[in-house]
């Protein structure tokens, strides 16, 4: 372990020039460069609303930011996963030539979309004081979920990225997957008005639980309870696990196949 460690260390510089190359390669020619990381979700949270206020605005108090929230979760995941998707067939060039841990353009990807991350939820923070919103003490626990949302990715993301060297397929059938996992996380509908059966095979979702606690100390005042904590980190520690498992027993063959 202590040498996985110092290796990570070793090359912690490329790593910080690998996560400011996708950043300027995503934002390259745009006059608004990295602006559009705070425009973007607003403005998905005014058309959004416009459409879906008057539906559920007997179930949702503050249903922008009900939304908001829920895009900020979802968006990060799903960025975040489909990039590190390509981590490794991206950067065939770079591998092929010199020794690089090729864990690192994987984490790269994640650490990019976390950057955006933190953009949107400047984005929420600044739409929470435009509409007077009680901005309690419980916001202070928000790095909780966010951190493991982002570990969840990056577990998610090592899986992909490992498969995908040899299944190009799994790019286009993860783009369906992502649609179809829209509807199962809680980001436009509220929880109340599911039935029973779905209700359960949206809360096997491990997003929705990141997602309820992200919405409890950001927009409803309350704390997570220790049950959604437990099964948040049992199930972010099982991704990563399984995630680097797959990706460490097949990167010798990447060379092989890109």
Not at 42 to 56: A, D, H, K, P, R
Not at 187 to 200: E, F, R, T
Request: aromatic share 14%; no cysteine; net charge positive.
């Amino acid at each position: 372990m202590s040498r996985y460690i110092q290796n990570f260390l070793k090359f912690r510089p490329l790593l910080s020039e690998l996560v400011s190359r996708d950043i300027k390669i995503k934002y390259r020619r745009s006059v608004l460069g990295v602006l559009w990381t705070l425009l973007n979700p607003l403005l998905m949270m005014i058309i959004l609303s416009v459409v879906f206020s008057n539906l559920f605005k007997f179930d949702v108090e503050n249903f922008p930011l009900y939304l908001l929230s829920g895009q900020i979760v979802f968006n990060f995941y799903s960025e975040s996963t489909s990039s590190a998707m390509s981590a490794i067939t991206g950067n065939a060039a770079l591998i092929k030539k010199v020794y690089v841990p090729k864990y690192l353009f994987v984490i790269s990807r994640v650490f990019s979309s976390f950057i955006n991350l933190m953009a949107s939820f400047t984005a929420l923070l600044l739409v929470m004081m435009a509409m007077r919103s009680e901005l309690h003490w419980t916001v202070m626990l928000s790095p909780i979920p966010l951190m493991l949302l982002v570990l969840f990715s990056l577990g998610v993301g090592m899986i992909l990225s490992a498969v995908t060297v040899k299944f190009r397929d799994i790019m286009h059938l993860y783009s369906v997957f992502l649609t179809a996992l829209t509807y199962l996380t809680p980001v436009i509908y509220p929880m109340s008005i599911l039935p029973g059966w779905l209700y359960k095979i949206v809360m096997l979702n491990p997003l929705t639980n990141i997602l309820m606690m992200f919405r409890d100390v950001m927009i409803n005042n309350m704390v997570f309870s220790i049950g959604q904590l437990i099964v948040a980190v049992v199930e972010t520690v099982v991704f990563l696990i399984i995630g680097f498992y797959v990706f460490y027993r097949n990167q010798d063959q990447f060379i092989l196949n890109i």
